[in-house]
């Protein structure tokens, strides 16, 4: 069994808990903390490192990626500063420029655009217009629609059409695009890639939601040396009869390891806010046209029922999308009928009595701070009589609602510094902060990102980032401290007592 010693370690308080004061030295036998105390002898067995005064916190976890594609947007052209259909079709026209004399069939992918803050949608005959034979399929910044001409739409078997493909008609198509453009060498390659960075930010876990049977494909890649942090995988609807009749339960260990650990049902129940399909009380604001305008849910109170229920007598917890607070309201129906356990992933406008009802439901809201940065300016567009009621991150607190911070990358970056600190500061330029008074603490925006683990101590699980400087030395929120968040340097990472940077 492996032993480490780390050496001269400040222990960063987390919420409440006791801390040590003052340099100490931490002894792991295997994945666990056994001993706390200044000038620990090590033995000839022991792995030594020295941090030298630097502080030590819980690793840190990303609570919602898609894994695979934040891997593959590295190659993706950059939509994100784009405010019309015009701007995309020109950067893509420049890209077919670029690519001329090279591969004409090479598929290109652009992932950014917001097309809810545009004057008119978007059109597959503009794109048509500038690629010609050329498959492009742009991804919109919230992943819940894909802009394809008419060469992608016939590439990836999807029905002509004059606008996007979205929704449940889009996220299959999706699903298949790595498989339809990258070989299996790149894509190993994009997951090394991110890994690498991810652990040199501190992080020792995630949970994947990726569009793929995310429990056989990662159960190879930690079987084959790719995997280097915890992963918990879920899977959707078009996988529960598999996953069931796997004997796949929420908690089970997949890999040799022991990181690879199957995680959540996940249900898409609405859209998204950019998308103008998240399932609201109260229509849109603004717009005449909408072929829905209160946005719309992917199921039936009934059938996301129906999944709870199956996913909850077969042992598994439950990952409900909701953006909208009419999809929260109705999600909240379903795990008080059917008794299911998880989390609600985005809550990104939630009713005021629904706060109340995920507390006392024990539901955990599992939420990206940093979209709130981007969503902003379109929040005030789309919904401005209800702009006070999104990212409701302190009344959720205040409430009793656990916190589960994450980044949805791509849609954001998978960096939970960056989380933590639009979190402690609700404004990504010079203006004030958004909803000022929903803004949460240091050590809540900590304790939100660590897994639910306690204070470092004996007992603990060895996974450990260890920082330049004390998180919370800048003060609990403001301007300054998002900035020192932002800043942090992880100098190691250690996953179940093992460096792994």
């Known amino acids: 069994m492996t032993s480490l010693v780390l050496r001269r370690v400040r222990i960063v308080r987390i919420g409440d808990g006791p801390a040590p004061e003052g340099e100490v030295d931490l002894r792991i036998i295997g994945d666990r903390v056994v001993e706390v105390a200044p000038h620990l002898r090590a033995t000839s067995d022991d792995e030594v ?20 594609q934040w891997a593959a947007t590295a190659s993706r052209l950059d939509l994100s500063s784009t405010t019309s259909p015009e701007d995309a079709v020109r950067l893509v026209g420049a890209e077919v420029g670029a690519r001329r004399g090279g591969a004409p069939d090479a598929v290109i992918q652009g992932f950014g655009h917001r097309a809810a803050a545009w004057d008119r949608q978007p059109t597959v005959a503009e794109l048509d217009a500038v690629s010609g034979d050329i498959p492009v399929v742009l991804i ?18 999807v029905p002509p059409r004059e606008g996007v ?11 298949r695009l790595d498989e339809a453009t990258m070989t299996a060498e790149g894509r190993r390659t994009a997951y090394a890639k991110v890994l690498d960075a991810a652990v040199r930010r501190g992080v020792v876990g995630v949970r994947e939601f990726e569009w793929a049977d995310n429990a056989t494909d990662w159960a190879e890649r930690s079987n084959s040396g790719l995997a280097v942090v915890r992963v918990r995988t879920a899977t959707y609807a078009a996988g529960l009869a598999d996953t069931i009749a796997a004997g796949r339960r929420s908690g089970d260990v997949l890999d040799r390891a022991g990181l690879i650990t199957m995680g959540p049902l996940k249900i898409i129940s609405d859209g998204s806010l950019n998308t103008r399909t998240a399932f609201c009380y109260d229509p849109y ?18 059938e996301l029922g129906e999944l709870l229920d199956v996913a909850t007598r077969n042992g598994l ?36 009595v629904d706060v109340q009802r995920m507390a006392a439901l024990g539901v955990t809201a599992s939420v990206q701070p940093a979209h709130l940065l981007d969503d902003r300016d379109v929040t005030h567009q789309c919904w401005p009589d209800r702009a006070d009621r999104c990212f409701a991150l302190r009344s959720m607190l205040d409430a009793g609602v656990t916190l589960a911070l994450g980044s949805d990358a791509p849609v954001a970056p ?54 330049e400087s004390d998180p919370r030395a800048a003060g609990e929120s ?8 932002r800043a942090m340097v992880v100098d190691a990472t250690v996953i179940a007592g093992q460096v792994v940077q």
Do not use: C, K, Y
């Open 49 to 68: 490192l020295d941090a030298e005064g630097r502080w030590v916190i819980p690793g840190l976890w990303d609570q919602h990626v898609h894994l695979g």
């Open 140 to 157: 919109s910044g919230d992943a819940h629609h894909g802009w394809l001409n008419s060469a992608a739409l016939r590439l990836l078997d």
């Open 165 to 175: 493909v979205e929704e449940n008609e889009w996220f299959p198509v999706f699903a």
């Open 285 to 302: 604001v603004g717009d005449d046209v909408l072929e829905f305008p209160r946005g719309r849910a992917n199921n039936s109170p009934e």
């Open 317 to 352: 917890e439950v990952a409900v999308h909701a953006i909208g607070d009419a999809a929260v309201g109705i999600a909240l129906d379903a795990f008080s009928h059917t008794g299911a356990r998880g989390t609600i992933e985005h809550a990104q406008l939630v009713a005021a």
């Open 414 to 467: 998978l960096d939970p510094w960056e989380a933590m600190a639009a979190a402690v500061h609700r404004s990504g330029d010079e203006r004030e902060e958004w909803n000022a008074a929903e803004t949460i603490t240091v050590a809540q925006a900590l304790a939100a990102s660590v897994d639910g683990a306690p204070t470092v101590g004996v007992g603990s699980l060895a996974d450990f980032a260890i920082v």
């Open 478 to 485: 403001g301007a300054e401290v998002a900035a020192h968040l």
